[in-house]
């Protein structure tokens, strides 16, 4: 069964870090581009950052540029969000989702996703 699953979420005050995970299941990981999203309480949803199939090319929201990092490893089945120099506006409910397609775009067409994961950003 195709499923995406994210975990790392948590609390963590300003200026900390994480690191979020997104186990997939399914399919061949290395055909797709995987994208990083987020929705906060009463926002949209906002592409956070993408990542190609080979890991070639990797897209960034100007929000996270310089403090966000997206990776992959394939032989893992898992797609990596390294989260540096955390703000309280960077609290939200993040996913992962797969693209249809392996090149990254933060407003492709992605069809598939996980449930999310809670990060907040706090003293």
């Known amino acids: 069964q195709l499923q995406l699953v994210e975990s790392g979420g948590g609390l963590v005050q300003p200026g900390g870090s994480l690191r979020l995970s997104c186990a997939t299941f399914g399919f061949t990981l290395d055909y797709y581009a995987i994208g990083w999203f987020r929705q906060a309480p009463g926002k949209e949803r906002e592409g956070v950052s993408c990542?190609?199939?080979?890991?070639?090319?990797?897209n960034y929201a100007d929000s996270v540029k310089g403090r966000f990092t997206i990776s992959r490893d394939d032989a893992k089945n898992r797609v990596y969000l390294q989260m540096n120099s955390l703000k309280p506006e960077d609290t939200a409910i993040y996913y992962c989702?797969?693209?249809?397609?392996?090149?990254?775009?933060?407003?492709?067409?992605?069809?598939?996703w996980g449930q999310g994961t809670q990060v907040t950003v706090s003293s």
């Open positions: 990542i190609s199939y080979n890991g070639a090319n990797t």
């Open positions: 989702a797969r693209s249809r397609g392996p090149m990254c775009a933060l407003d492709g067409d992605y069809n598939y």
